[in-house]
């Protein structure tokens, strides 16, 4: 049985897409509402839909029959959305950042308990799947210490949306990137703990932040993140020490695991990431909708300890 899924918002993380994960022969697209009438036509074309314009979020959820709901709207509006649609009784999925702060999260946890899913899926992928079984095995040894460095040049453009409007963003680029980060850590290692950070902002631009270093506990493996997103290079990788061994790899490019030995790549593990964002945690609320059991899924709890180390990394 197809999920029809309702679309509230549908910006660039939608469109940019060659393909969307809620069009195909699991999913369909059954209503869409955008911030205005000119850019939900404009999302209708580009997915080749043929569905209704609506006004607003409630005569399009009174109107159609519908399994879940994806709220796509920049995060200030999350929080809010959330409380509206709950009476609804429907599996929501909502953009990363989830929403502003851990108070929210908290919020809304206590509203739901279930049937709400953060779009983190970089734990449901292959790739990451495959770590965790490395780590797990003890093949390469216990870890020691992790090191996760991400570095992104600025880009003008930007300043134009609201990505650098924290009171709309809930803060800069890594805010918008810390969650995939996070989930990725956390499902490997466990919950967070010892968390303590260095923000600067010093950007002539925005008041974001631009670099941001943390040091804190995965489990029990000292972690140490750095940030820099006003740099003049790309770099995403975290990288897992033990006393003989390191474990590279990137977070969210399409690239291999090295696994590395006196500074010599002993071995390469193909395992691309699907390039359809989201597309294995849909699937598993497919399941979850059909009454099928999933394996790892990333819900409220998990976001609350996300969300809650975020704050204490950030703000």
């Not at 939608?14 to 955008?34: F, H, M, Q």
């Not at 919020?107 to 279930?114: A, C, G, R, T, V």
Request: with cysteine; hydrophobic share 35%; glycine share 4%.
């Amino acid at each position: 049985m197809k999920t029809r899924w309702v679309l509230i918002g549908c910006g660039k993380v939608v469109l940019k897409n060659d393909k969307s994960p809620l069009i195909n022969d699991n999913n369909e697209i059954v209503g869409l509402i955008t911030t205005n009438k000119k850019s939900a036509e404009k999302a209708i074309k580009k997915l080749g839909l043929n569905i209704n314009l609506y006004d607003d979020y409630k005569s399009m959820l009174d109107s159609v029959s519908f399994d879940a709901i994806y709220i796509a709207t920049p995060p200030k509006y999350h929080y809010e959305y959330l409380k509206k649609v709950n009476i609804y009784n429907k599996i929501v999925l909502v953009e990363k950042p989830f929403v502003l702060n851990y108070k929210e999260a908290l919020d809304i946890y206590n509203l739901y308990k279930k049937n709400v899913y953060p779009l983190l899926y970089k734990g449901s992928t292959e790739k990451i799947k495959t770590i965790k079984d490395i780590i797990e095995s003890n093949k390469y040894e216990e870890p020691i210490k992790i090191i996760g460095n991400f570095k992104r040049p600025f880009k003008a453009e930007y300043l134009d949306s609201w990505i650098y409007n924290s009171e709309i963003s809930g803060g800069g680029r890594v805010f918008d990137i810390i969650e995939h980060i996070l989930e990725v850590l956390y499902y490997i290692f466990g919950n967070f703990k010892n968390v303590k950070s260095n923000v600067i902002k010093d950007s002539k631009y925005h008041n974001c932040e631009t670099k941001v270093n943390a040091n804190l506990y995965c489990g029990n493996i000292p972690t140490y993140l750095n940030f820099d997103m006003e740099c003049d290079e790309y770099v995403d990788e975290i990288t897992i020490y033990t006393n003989e061994y390191e474990i590279k790899f990137s977070v969210n490019n399409h690239d291999f695991i090295h696994i590395i030995k006196n500074g010599k790549i002993i071995k390469e593990i193909n395992k691309p990431t699907n390039r359809i964002w989201g597309t294995e945690l849909i699937t598993k609320i497919n399941k979850i909708i059909n009454n099928e059991k999933v394996s790892y899924i990333p819900d409220l709890e998990v976001i609350l300890k996300i969300q809650k180390c975020v704050d204490e990394i950030i703000n």
